[in-house]
């Protein structure tokens, strides 16, 4: 690097015949010093590493899928749901229950009914009394008919199972988002720091020059002044974005569920994505068959409607079996058994309007699903429209960033020359520095958008999590 710095000096000199010969030495001293600083910094062409376990994507999704605090709630819901198939599946189930109790009456109780019989013909059976009687036995009861209810009931709590395992598919693909955005947020903030560090350099450097220059009588003073406040500035930039990186760091291991906040983690840079757009048609029919969130919506209108049937079913007769099987006894604790089976019909005839206000309502929270289903349907195609706009947009920004830091690196050039041969200013330069930095740093936002579009899209296209890590294991690493 130094010999090329050399050559180019030696060349600028040949050219410049005519600039006296104290300036020339400056100026060949100044290219000496700036190449060598070039060279020994290793800032130039790093930026400040982060120690700690390196993860790349795919690691970082799947630490937070298993250690995420959001993503293991939505897990137990699954968990919570399933119990909640059993409790409805039991209520079509035989229920017993065992019982006993003591109790004191005003006068003496019968242990048994009066029964009239005899082993040689009638006769009246005269059962004991007493006022302390003492009960024990076992009862009980087994649905046979309630409307439809028991099998409607079991239904809608395997349909809240299946809503609970998209939500937690909805939780997972807005976490992944959420990673991802977080992730090349770091990448962009790492290659922010380069720049910027790069940029402190350069004004450094030049500001070397400039004393040079002071000293040999060739600027002013206010030149040096100037390129201390913009000094100032860059090295302001610079301190906010290691701020900023450091806490975007804190938010990924934040979403990645690590308990222990002082562990050093870092990112594996990744080459920008050049995956290729499905027709819209094709996102949006894609969206709508495998989106979480609408395949949930879909089940809470099933719901809606079995519950509107169990309402309906109220108004049908409930039948059960039922029986009872006990002993009583009094002081002598001699139990008397007793018994009975049966089948119990109840038909409903008369409850103040109850049962159809509780139809009327079922059926409107239907009217309300079916709304929100049309407003998500609605929603998923502006998101994934949206995407493709963000693309699109990020793409063409990210052309003519890179032309555009072509252009300011070479006016940055233009300008440091002209500035050491007296032909231009300091305001110049450090104008053009700043539209260099300007310029880095817009390419680097483009390069981020649209990287988060395409995880965007691919959260609101539905798309398994898996894919979208293949695609980025498929790139080379940088």
């Known amino acids: 690097m130094i010999l090329a710095r050399w050559?180019?000096?030696?060349?600028?000199?040949k050219r410049n015949r005519h600039i006296p010969a104290a300036t020339?030495?400056?100026?060949?001293?100044?290219?000496?010093?700036?190449?060598?600083?070039?060279?020994?910094?290793?800032?130039?062409?790093?930026?400040?590493?982060?120690?700690?376990?390196?993860?790349?994507?795919?690691?970082?999704?799947?630490?937070?899928?298993?250690?995420?605090?959001?993503?293991?709630?939505?897990?137990?819901?699954?968990?919570?749901?399933?119990?909640?198939?059993?409790?409805?599946?039991?209520?079509?189930?035989?229920?017993?229950?065992?019982?006993?109790g003591a109790a004191r009456y005003r006068y003496p109780m019968p242990l048994t009914p009066p029964v009239i019989s005899g082993p040689f013909g009638s006769g009246l059976d005269i059962p004991e009394y007493d006022r302390n009687v003492?009960?024990?036995?076992?009862?009980?009861?087994?649905?046979?008919?309630?409307?439809?209810?028991?099998?409607?009931?079991?239904?809608?709590?395997e349909t809240r199972?299946?809503?609970?395992?998209?939500?937690?598919?909805?939780?997972?693909?807005?976490?992944?988002?959420?990673l991802s955005s977080v992730f090349y947020k770091i990448a962009q903030l790492d290659k922010?720091?380069?720049?910027?560090?790069?940029?402190?350099?350069?004004?450094?450097?030049?500001?070397?020059?400039?004393?040079?220059?002071?000293?040999?009588?060739?600027?002013?003073?206010l030149d040096l002044l100037k390129t201390d406040v913009e000094l100032s500035h860059a090295v302001e930039k610079r301190l906010l974005v290691k701020n900023n990186l450091e806490s975007t760091y804190e938010l990924l291991k934040t979403l990645m569920g690590i308990d222990d906040m002082a562990r050093e983690i870092?990112?594996?840079?990744?080459k920008a994505s050049r995956d290729s757009l499905p027709p819209l048609e094709e996102s949006v029919a894609k969206a709508l068959s495998?989106?979480?969130?609408?395949?949930?919506?879909?089940?809470?209108k099933r719901i809606s409607e079995e519950r509107v049937k169990i309402a309906q079913g109220k108004r049908l007769p409930d039948v059960y079996a039922a029986g009872e099987y006990t002993g009583r006894a009094?002081?002598?604790?001699?139990?008397?058994?007793?018994?009975?089976?049966?089948?119990?019909?109840?038909?409903?005839?008369?409850?103040?309007?109850?049962?159809?206000?509780?139809?009327n309502r079922e059926r409107v929270e239907l009217q309300k699903v079916q709304e929100e289903e049309r407003s998500l349907k609605l929603s998923i195609i502006r998101e994934v429209k949206d995407a493709y706009l963000t693309v699109a947009n990020a793409a063409e920004r990210i052309d003519v960033g890179t032309k555009a830091i072509e252009s300011a690196r070479e006016n940055v050039r233009v300008e440091q020359l002209k500035y050491q041969t007296g032909a231009g200013t300091a305001t110049d330069y450090l104008d053009a520095q700043t539209a260099c930095l300007r310029a880095e740093t817009d390419y680097y936002q483009a390069l981020y958008d649209r990287e988060t579009a395409f995880a965007f899209l691919r959260k609101a296209t539905g798309e398994d999590w898996h894919k979208g890590v293949a695609k980025d294991q498929r790139r080379p690493q940088e």
């Not at 009960?135 to 239904?155: E, I, K, M, N, T």
């Open 266 to 270: 870092s990112i594996v840079h990744e």
């Open 134 to 157: 003492y009960d024990a036995g076992g009862s009980f009861r087994l649905p046979l008919f309630r409307g439809g209810r028991l099998y409607r009931s079991v239904r809608v709590a």
């Open 290 to 300: 495998q989106r979480p969130e609408y395949k949930a919506v879909e089940k809470k």
């Open 161 to 178: 199972k299946a809503m609970a395992e998209d939500n937690l598919a909805t939780t997972r693909q807005e976490l992944v988002y959420n």
């Open 24 to 100: 020339c030495l400056i100026v060949i001293l100044l290219h000496a010093v700036s190449g060598f600083c070039g060279a020994a910094s290793p800032t130039a062409s790093s930026g400040t590493a982060q120690g700690g376990e390196r993860f790349t994507l795919s690691a970082v999704i799947g630490y937070a899928l298993k250690n995420n605090p959001r993503a293991r709630i939505s897990a137990k819901d699954i968990e919570t749901e399933t119990y909640g198939i059993d409790a409805a599946k039991a209520e079509r189930m035989p229920r017993i229950d065992f019982g006993s």
């Open 330 to 359: 009094g002081d002598a604790k001699a139990f008397k058994e007793n018994w009975y089976a049966g089948i119990r019909l109840s038909i409903p005839v008369f409850d103040g309007g109850l049962i159809t206000a509780e139809v």
């Open 7 to 13: 050559r180019e000096t030696k060349g600028w000199v």
């Open 192 to 221: 922010l720091l380069v720049a910027n560090e790069a940029n402190v350099g350069q004004l450094e450097a030049h500001r070397r020059d400039v004393e040079f220059l002071l000293k040999a009588g060739s600027v002013p003073q």
